[in-house]
């Protein structure tokens, strides 16, 4: 069982044993930072299955692939710019040919281009792949994804299964999509549900049920079954994670009377993003405006929600820590909203599903000082933008007493590459 890495502390004076003060030195605010050792720790809670497949869109920078392939992890894909990510980050398919899997519901041209070019296998999330993968590449082994008809996540944004959901083939199409694969000379030898993100042990248990009536279905081509992601990891106080020994338990259990029934071993393969990276990551931020809006105080900062969106998306809640300027301890805390530059009312770091404004109590602090939000190494830096014309931010990753820059923060040739004003007339 892991334990806890946060501390939900709400001052900080280092991370991963480097000064705040340090870190913003080098490379200003805002910026991501990303604990190496948290990540290491992770990808060994979860060393008991036979392959640990890192959904690379919860954190894609090469730096964090290439550590992750150097630990034995490797990626799964959805889009042509995530395999080339892959391919950046060393990964090489010709030498071990899985180590990079294309998870979509569509191909678009690029990606069924790059699947072909490197012979990648495919998960399928959609009927209509199967028959492309089979005219593009007859003889494909492929993955089906599919949609068991109930779905959980931390969020309705970020529930992928039941009928409400575009994700993966409906339950009761995989006869279908059986004699589909036979028609387009492709052979079926993978199985997978994902049926949400951030969600929890209950709804997961319900997969290994689901999966192994479908692998029946499937039969004895079948090679491989995957968990899918969708692992918790506490953003709160009180927050525990799913116990893990009992999650793959009910998995290997599942995947040996399916062993038993094939006659010949399964891998059993699970897919997480977020379980990897979240806790490794922070977003630090300098506080450039502490103002009184009536009853309301706002800590605003110089990050905003096209650096960290998950608030404003899902009213997600980040852990927060101050950390003073000069090092001092303050003792005194206040209750405040924090909130970003944007041009946006919605701006707010401390918001609630629906946009609701809340408070949080943090320590007093005032314009200069640093205010840290954490727990944002998942669906962190990649879903940043360049809204109100902001430059995406540096990304550090701290490791065996190093600090090395994996991005360097935008400039403006950054901002406007690729524009043109076009001749008058
Ligand atoms: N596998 C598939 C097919 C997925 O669609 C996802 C996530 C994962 C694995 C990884 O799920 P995880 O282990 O990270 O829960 N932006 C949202 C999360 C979106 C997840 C999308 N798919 C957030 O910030 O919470």
Redesign the pocket.
């Known amino acids: 069982m892991p334990t806890a890495t946060q501390t939900f502390e709400t001052q900080r004076s280092q991370i991963s044993g480097f000064p705040i003060q340090d870190i913003v030195k080098e490379f200003g605010t805002p910026c991501y930072v990303y604990d190496m050792s948290v990540i290491e720790e992770r990808v060994r809670d979860l060393s008991a299955f036979d392959v640990v497949r890192y ?1 690379q ?2 954190c894609s920078n090469i730096g964090i692939l290439d550590r992750l392939r150097r630990l034995g992890v490797v990626v ?1 894909a ?1 889009s042509a710019g995530e395999v080339k990510r892959a391919l950046a980050a060393g990964y090489d398919p010709k030498k071990e040919p899985h180590c990079i899997v294309f ?1 979509a519901d569509v191909f678009d041209r690029e990606a069924l281009a790059i699947v072909k070019e490197y012979g990648l296998h495919v ?1 399928c999330g959609s009927p209509d792949m199967i028959q492309q993968l089979g005219s593009a590449v007859p003889g494909s082994s492929v993955t089906l ?1 599919i949609n068991p008809g109930f779905g959980h996540g ?2 309705q ?2 529930n ?1 299964g039941g009928p409400q959901s575009k ?1 993966g083939i409906w339950h009761e199409d995989v006869d279908e999509c059986l004699r589909m694969a036979d028609l387009n000379n492709v052979l079926v030898t993978g199985l997978h549900m ?1 049926i ?3 969600t929890d042990l209950e709804h997961l248990s319900q997969v290994c049920e689901s999966l192994e009536k479908i692998a029946l279905q499937v039969g004895r081509t079948l090679t491989t079954i995957s968990a ?4 918790p990891v506490p953003y709160r106080q009180g927050q525990t994670y799913v116990d893990l020994d009992q999650y793959y338990s009910l998995w290997d259990a599942t995947r040996k009377r399916l062993e038993s029934s094939f006659g010949h071993p399964l891998n059993l393969e699970i ?5 990897l990276v979240a806790e490794s990551g922070f977003l630090i931020a300098e506080i450039r405006a502490v103002k009184k809006m009536g009853e309301n105080i706002f800590y605003l900062l110089d990050a905003g929600f096209n650096d960290l969106a ?1 608030p404003i ?2 009213g ?1 809640y980040h852990p927060i820590s101050i950390s003073h300027r000069d090092g001092r301890i303050s003792k005194q805390t206040a209750d405040v909203v924090v909130g970003g530059p944007l041009c946006e009312s919605g701006d707010i770091f401390t918001q609630e599903e629906g946009g609701f404004v809340a408070k949080r109590n943090l320590p007093v602090a005032f314009v200069g000082d640093f205010l840290i939000l954490e727990v944002a190494g ?2 962190g830096f990649v ?1 940043a933008s360049n809204y109100n014309g902001r430059y995406r931010v540096p990304e550090v990753l701290l490791e065996k007493g190093k600090m090395h820059c994996i991005r360097a923060r935008e400039s403006f040739e950054d901002l406007i590459h690729g524009e043109v004003i076009p001749p008058v007339g």
């Open positions: 959904a869109k919860a799964d959805v998870t998960n994804r931390h969020s944004k970020t992928t994700h994902h949400g993100s951030g899918g992601g969708g692992l897919e997480p993003g977020r379980y998950r998306l899902y997600a998942a669906y879903m």
